[in-house]
Nanobody, 126 residues
Framework: QVQLVESGGGLVQPGGSLRLSCAAS????????VGWFRQAPGKEREGVSCISNSAYYADSVKGRFTISRDNAKNTVYLQMNSLKPEDTAVYFC??????????????????????WGQGTEVTVSS
């Protein structure tokens, strides 16, 4: 079966770090554009960081978050440093075989991509 599974979320203090993982099964993710999106309480889903032939970061996370691939593990990571309370959200990953530019993928947080994960919750609080 085709599936994406996010993990790594949890409760962290402001200034702390988390690494989220997006593991794919049933397809080879290295041929896909992959993105991280998040939805905070009461807000619309937004693009956080996406990767294809390049990487894109939303202005709100630029310099703090890093997206990367481990093709051998069929996994994409989101390293989140210097976390802020406004980073609190459910984080989702998505993948699609269309050759999106990274920025274009992140600009479509409600798109019907080929695969979506179930989400992992991140809470940044003292």
């Amino acid at each position: 079966q085709v599936q994406l599974v996010e993990s790594g979320g949890g409760l962290v203090q402001p200034g702390g770090s988390l690494r989220l993982s997006c593991a794919a099964s049933g397809f080879t993710m290295d041929a896909y554009a992959v993105g991280w999106f998040r939805q905070a309480p009461g807000k619309e889903r937004e693009g956080v960081s996406c990767i294809s032939n390049s990487a894109y970061y939303a202005d709100s996370v630029k310099g703090r978050f890093t997206i990367s691939r481990d093709n051998a593990k069929n996994t994409v990571y989101l390293q989140m440093n210097s976390l802020k309370p406004e980073d609190t959200a459910v984080y989702f990953c998505a993948a699609d075989p269309f050759p999106f530019a990274a920025q274009a993928m992140c600009a479509m947080p409600e798109a019907d991509f080929s695969s979506w994960g179930q989400g992992t919750e991140v809470t940044v609080s003292s």
